[in-house]
């Protein structure tokens, strides 16, 4: 289980994230949406080490982890794998996809970590692209690429995936692909998932909770299917609104 505790963080004595707090299960799901600039990012990055926070606790199965990924040990972070949003940065493009996968299964088995397999976890996310080892990351399409990002975090066998607007450059058939890997590998296994995002589709219930940040607080924290019904924040009214109304067009 992740649980954040009191949370705090400035940027030039500007308050990102305030005491920020939530929990999320094993094998749950949770969208974490606020407006753009808001600390969802920062929050995200804390998480997994990248940031370090001014103040507050980030525990993983009761462990309190330390604050940036330099002091957390090998174990520790492969618990935790990051989506980033733009896949063409998050890959070298000139290498093989062979080579990519392989990096991370070479890095596991140096520190002794159980690992998937590269062929197992490209076969659970993109089972297409199994002929296409010795391609370059160039030649594949920007869904392709993010759901071969999402291969390559599954290697480390992780408990947590952090996802940042990990859709928002792809087009509508690429989005709900990497989406319906990533809520089933939830399904099967019980990989827990935090899901940044800008935008909410209410149309399809994905996540299991969403929790809303404004002005550095989690002002909203709810199960996703009661959300329309039972938000009650003015922000929140607006993210649903705003949501209805595109829906609509």
């Not at 297409?128 to 599954?154: P, V």
């Not at 609104?241 to 595109?246: A, N, P």
Request: hydrophobic fraction near 35%.
């Amino acid at each position: 289980m992740l649980e954040i505790r009191n949370v705090t963080k400035s940027y030039d004595e500007k308050a990102v994230l305030s005491s920020v707090c939530f929990t999320l299960l094993d094998g749950e799901s949770l969208l974490l949406a606020g407006e753009t600039g808001g600390g969802k990012t920062t929050l995200a990055r804390i998480i997994c080490g990248s940031q370090c926070p001014d103040s507050g606790e980030v525990l993983l199965d009761g462990k309190r982890l330390l604050g940036t990924y330099r002091k957390r040990s090998p174990e520790e972070l492969a618990d935790i794998q990051y989506i980033f949003q733009d896949p063409y940065s998050a890959v070298e493009l000139t290498n093989t996809l062979r080579q990519t996968l392989g990096e991370t299964e070479r890095v596991m088995k140096r520190h002794g970590r159980g690992c998937i397999p590269m062929e197992e976890a490209l076969f659970q996310t993109a089972p297409e692209l199994l002929g296409d080892m010795d391609k370059k990351m160039e030649q594949f399409s920007g869904g392709q690429l993010q759901r071969i990002c999402i291969a390559r975090a599954l290697i480390p066998r992780p408990k947590l995936l952090i996802t940042d607007e990990s859709t928002s450059m792809l087009d509508k058939d690429g989005e709900d692909e990497v989406l319906d890997v990533l809520h089933r590998l939830k399904r099967e296994r019980k990989v827990s998932i935090l899901s940044v995002v800008h935008d909410i589709d209410f149309s399809v219930a994905r996540w299991d909770r969403i929790a809303v940040l404004f002005g550095g607080r989690i002002v909203e924290d709810l199960p996703f299917g009661r959300f329309l019904e039972e938000a009650a924040h003015p922000y929140s009214r607006r993210l649903i609104e705003s949501s209805l109304f595109f829906s609509e067009k």
